[in-house]
C-alpha cells in the first residue's frame, strides 16, 4: 500500500494548485492500495502517516516542503516503513542532498518508478523536536521565523529576509559541548546542527555532513562584518564554509548548546519556543528513505 501525503499549503502547492489533480490520477493509475491525504493545518501530516502505518502503507509519500517532510518522518521513524519525498518546498534541502528530483512532476515520477531504493539514514531531535536535516538557534531561527510568514518564497526572499534579520539581530554567547568531551564557548551569529550538507537552496552549511554516518555536524558562525559576511556568503553556497575562520564546526553523536535565555530554535525550517538549555541527540539510521536506485550505498556526503 502506497499513501501520499499533500499538503494544499506548501509553497509551490499553494502557486500549482493542479499538482492535486495529478497525484490523484497517478493513484487512479496505479490501482488499488495508492491514497492520496489531504493535510488541513500544521502537524496533521504526522497524524496522517501514523494512521498510514497502522493501515499497513509500507510506503508514504510526502508532497510538501521540507516541514511535510518533517511531520511525516516523525511518524515513519524508527517504524520500517519507506519515505518518498516529491519536494514542492522553497528550500528542499535534505531531498538536494540526497539527489532527489527537486522539480514537482520529475519527484512525482521519480517515487512511483523503479529507479529507487530505500536507504536508511540518520535523524536527529533537539529538546525533543525531530529533525531529519538541520536545526539551529539564533539567527538562523530568526530568518526561519520571518520566511515562514511570506506568501512568496523562494532565494531571492530568503536573501531579502537575510539580510533584514542581520540588520535587528543581536548575537549572544553560547556554550557548546559535545558527547566526546570537547567544549568551546562563543559569542555567535547562529549556530546549526546540520545532518545533510544543506540548508536548501544548494546553500552548503555543513559541506562534510552525511546522513548515513550516525554522527551530527554543528556549525556556529562568529559575528562578522559586512565584507566577512560576503566572504561566508559565498563559501555557503561553494562548499567551503567549514574552512572559514569565522566558523567553528564539531561532528559529534551529540550536543549541548547552552545559551543565556530561552528563545526560538528550527527543525527543518519549523520555528519552535525552546528553553536556554538545547540537548541535540541522532538516532542512527532511524528512518528509511527511497534514493536513486543508481545511488551508492554510501554515497550521502557531497563534501
Not at 539551529?136 to 530568526?142: K, Q, R
Amino acid at each position: 500500500m502506497v499513501r501520499f501525503i499533500y499538503n494544499p499549503y506548501s509553497g509551490n502547492n499553494r502557486r500549482h494548485p493542479g499538482l492535486l489533480d495529478t497525484l490523484r490520477a497517478t493513484a487512479a493509475r496505479r490501482g488499488c492500495g495508492h491514497e492520496v491525504s489531504v493535510t488541513q493545518g500544521p502537524g496533521h501530516a504526522t497524524e496522517l502517516a501514523r494512521e498510514a502505518v497502522a493501515a499497513g502503507c509500507r510506503r508514504i509519500i510526502a508532497v510538501g516542503g521540507d516541514g511535510t517532510m518533517n511531520e511525516t518522518a516523525q511518524a515513519l521513524t524508527g517504524t520500517g516503513a519507506d519515505l518518498g519525498l516529491v519536494p514542492c518546498g522553497s528550500g528542499n534541502g535534505l531531498a538536494l542532498h540526497l539527489g532527489i528530483p527537486t522539480r514537482a512532476a520529475d519527484a512525482l515520477d521519480f517515487v512511483v518508478s523503479e529507479q529507487t531504493r530505500a536507504a536508511s539514514i540518520d535523524t536527529g531531535t533537539v529538546n525533543g523536536h525531530v529533525f531529519c536535516n538541520a536545526m539551529g538557534a539564533g539567527l538562523d531561527a530568526e530568518i526561519s521565523q520571518r520566511f515562514n510568514r511570506l506568501t512568496r518564497r523562494g532565494l531571492p526572499a530568503y536573501v531579502r529576509t537575510t539580510a533584514g534579520a542581520l540588520l535587528r539581530f543581536r548575537p549572544s554567547p553560547i556554550f557548546v559541548s559535545d558527547d566526546m568531551g570537547r567544549s568551546f564557548r562563543m559569542k555567535v551569529l547562529l549556530v546549526a546542527v546540520a545532518n545533510s550538507d544543506q540548508y536548501g537552496n544548494r546553500a552548503r552549511i555543513a559541506p562534510l555532513a552525511r546522513t548515513d554516518d550516525g554522527l551530527l555536524n554543528l556549525v556556529a558562525l562568529q559575528p562578522v562584518g559586512p565584507f566577512a559576511a560576503l566572504s561566508c556568503l559565498v563559501r555557503l553556497f561553494s562548499g567551503s564554509l567549514h574552512r572559514s575562520p569565522h566558523v567553528q564546526c564539531l561532528t559529534s553523536s551529540g550536543f549541548v548548546i547552552e545559551r543565556h535565555a530561552a528563545g526560538p530554535v528550527h527543525t527543518d525550517g519549523e520555528t519552535h519556543d525552546a528553553e536556554a538549555r538545547l540537548v541535540v541527540r541522532t538516532s542512527p539510521r532511524s528512518l528509511r528513505i527511497l534514493v536513486p536506485s543508481t545511488a551508492p550505498v554510501s554515497s550521502f556526503c557531497h563534501g
